[in-house]
């Protein structure tokens, strides 16, 4: 293990009690496998250095952020929190109907379970459990009619690392925006997981815009009961480094997956996105799409892995990465992964890189659009195929609405 | 003495596109009011000459003029082109995905607006604006709420082009093949929109393989183009005997 890990480690703040029983997981995880390296498959395209000087600042351990942000109005009719030291003074009679806040036993007891395991053992998720002492977990009742909106925010020359917990009961539908913003020299650890239970829906959305000095590692981990359905939908904007790694896994198969990402990755930045999903059942169904567009030196990464075991028959998986190649010095990776093992499955992959098409740019430089305003047209149709998507009247918030301005 | 120069003049144009040249010496002169038919093979260069008046970047001027009003505009721009009038209406319309019709026709409207001296349109006076025009081509307002072509049937590309030349208000559209996907009654309804946008100040430019067009939108001139060129010119009676005779009696069409 390298010092610096160990250090770290060493460091984090002392856990008792129920924080020992939801952080042990991460921490033995880093004791045993450590940082990843090079010859490690997921990290391949990172600079591990980011990574490292990640665990170099210290940890927000005041939950507060040092920075305030313009933010728009609620959405009519949902409930926002503001993920800072004031999430302790909420107490379930405070919450809408429908919604209440999961005990520690209830917290301890899914964090422990088989189920919830399954998407544990890997560095990103690691690093937030073992680090972070409080969970903001919920519960969502079929009686549930308030879409939720969360606010991440950082903190400068600090690591800010916030975890969610969501239990999606039997026939319960939830709309959750996240928002998560970094306006200065920071870093950001974030895990969202989100257990659906049968017949129950989740619309995900994830708004991820940092400063070019900001570093985000995130993980949604998601399992997914029978006839439940999610649908994710995330953008990626700013940031020196970001990770976004959606991981679902369909536990008994028969639900359904919507995943649509886009990234916008301009002057160096390097954003990527690791998905998977895995069914562990039959008659699944995924479908993906992940767009980027790459300015300026910048580097954009996508890596989808798609696990269909010989248990997953009759799964139907559809997943596409498009990409627009802006700049001669950016850089585009994009990697589909399908592992197949079922015989009686229906699944597509593609990818596509490429720049703006010459016969739309003159179509609408025909018509009397200057060559920028015919290209930022073109992109901004492009984006929209993703932002339409992202729920709880995300157009509210500045990021997204200069892409649907007209 | 009237020195007012053509509309649009063409003169010895030569041009080439990855080095195999298309067009050989195209000599044209369109005035204020006329209506133009251009008709020839497939192959012979037409719609060539339609992108290369556009503007289109991927052909090479290797001589010969173009002239708006007695102004060369071979240096500029597609748009700066569309700005000062010229309009083309494409063959085979380009489908841009995710972005609204109405949203691009604002911007196109506004871009020949601001050109022209006229007051930019908000979305609301737009609104109003392009309802009255989509009458012209009998579409309901649910066709502006689509994306850009996508998805729209030949018919409707087409509609959308000659709404846009409406919007336009250009000094000379070229339409490239614009009755071609169309049944008879688009032909009719999109015929009948070029009649009620054609003027005594704009000019139009029919590129069209068939009489039908010509039936319904009279020309004052038909060339016909072969081999990068226009090789014969006369009125409406060449397109009618074209019709029997076909291109390979070309010849003998007086």
Known sequence: MSKLLSNWLENLPKAEGYQKKIRNSGYNYLKTIGLPNKSSEDWQSTDIRKLEEILSLPLNLSFESTRSFKMPSISKGSYRVILDSNIDKIHSDDLPEGISLLTQDEIINFLNSDISNQTRNNITSAINEASTNKIFALKISESNSTPIEIIIKDSIEELTTTRLLFIIENNAKLDLLEIIKSSSKSANSHLSEIYLSSHSSVNHGIIAVGSEEGSLFSRQSILQEPESSYSLSYLQEGWGISRIEPYIVQLKGHASTNLKGLQVANNEAKLSTYTFVRFNGPGGNLEQLNKAIAFDSSTSIFNGIIEVPQIAQQTKASQLSKNLLISEKAEIYTKPELRIIADDVKCTHGATVSQLEESELFYLQSRGLSLNEASSLIMKGYTKEIIDFLPVNANRWESISKYLKK | ?254
């Open chain 2, 1 to 254: 003495m009237n020195t007012k120069p053509p509309l649009l003049e063409i003169r010895g144009l030569h041009t080439s596109i990855n080095g195999k040249k298309i067009l050989n010496g195209v000599d044209l002169k369109i005035n204020e009011g006329e209506t133009h038919a251009i008709m020839g093979r497939n192959g012979s260069g037409k719609s060539t000459l339609s992108k290369v008046i556009a503007g289109h970047p991927a052909y090479k001027l290797e001589s010969g003029d173009i002239c708006l009003n007695g102004e060369s505009i071979t240096d500029l721009e597609p748009d700066e082109r569309s700005a000062k009038g010229i309009f083309l209406g494409f063959q085979y319309p380009i489908e841009v995905p995710g972005v609204s019709n109405i949203e691009f026709l604002r911007a196109a409207t506004n871009a020949r607006r601001s050109f022209i001296g006229k007051e930019e349109l908000d979305t609301f006076e737009f609104d109003e604006f392009v309802t009255e025009q989509l009458n012209l081509i009998k579409m309901n307002t649910s066709f502006l709420e689509r994306n850009l072509n996508e998805g729209f049937s030949g018919g409707e590309k087409k509609r959308n082009e000659i709404l846009q030349m409406a919007l336009l208000n250009p000094l000379i559209s070229i339409l490239d093949e614009t009755d071609s996907g169309l049944d008879i009654d688009s032909l009719k309804v999109v015929s009948e929109a070029i009649n009620k946008i054609k003027s005594r100040t704009n000019s139009i430019i029919l590129i069209t393989h068939y009489q039908r067009l010509l039936d319904e939108v009279v020309p004052d001139f038909v060339h016909i183009m072969n081999e990068g060129k226009i090789v014969k010119s006369g009125d409406k009676q060449i397109a009618i005997e074209l019709e029997k005779s076909g291109f390979e009696n070309i010849e003998m069409i007086k």
